[in-house]
Nanobody, 125 residues
Framework: QVQLVESGGGSVQAGGSLRLSCAASGYIFGSSCMGWFRQAPGKEREGVAFIDINEDRIYVDVVKGRFTISQDNAKNTLYLEMNSLKPEDTANYYC???????????????????WGHGTQVIVSS
């Protein structure tokens, strides 16, 4: 059974940092595209950062230079380091993975098979 469990969310002031973690189990970690998505109240879920089997990384423009996605294959854990946080980064953050090999060419939420339950990030001004 595939499980993704996020942690590390919280409340910070603008300019602060948080590190999200996603502990994965039940599949071959690192064998496909993994990503972090976020969803703010009243908004659609959007992709934030992705990492593929070659550890190539893709970021949405609004987080480039501030967020870093990484993975630790020994720990089966995906990370999202978030720096210089802004109030508009406030959202529930979800990790997701595809369960078949490949790159991150397709990055819509519907392209991902397994999801965590999310962790909340609140950034105050």
């Amino acid at each position: 059974q595939v499980q993704l469990v996020e942690s590390g969310g919280g409340s910070v002031q603008a300019g602060g940092s948080l590190r999200l973690s996603c502990a994965a189990s039940g599949y071959i970690f690192g064998s496909s595209c993994m990503g972090w998505f976020r969803q703010a109240p009243g908004k659609e879920r959007e992709g934030v950062a992705f990492i593929d089997i070659n550890e190539d990384r893709i970021y949405v423009d609004v987080v480039k230079g501030r967020f870093t996605i990484s993975q630790d294959n020994a720990k089966n854990t995906l990370y999202l380091e978030m720096n210089s946080l802004k109030p508009e980064d406030t959202a529930n953050y979800y990790c997701a993975t595809r369960l078949y090999p490949g790159t991150c060419i397709r990055r819509r939420p519907s392209d991902f098979n397994a999801w965590g339950h999310g962790t909340q990030v609140i950034v105050s001004s």
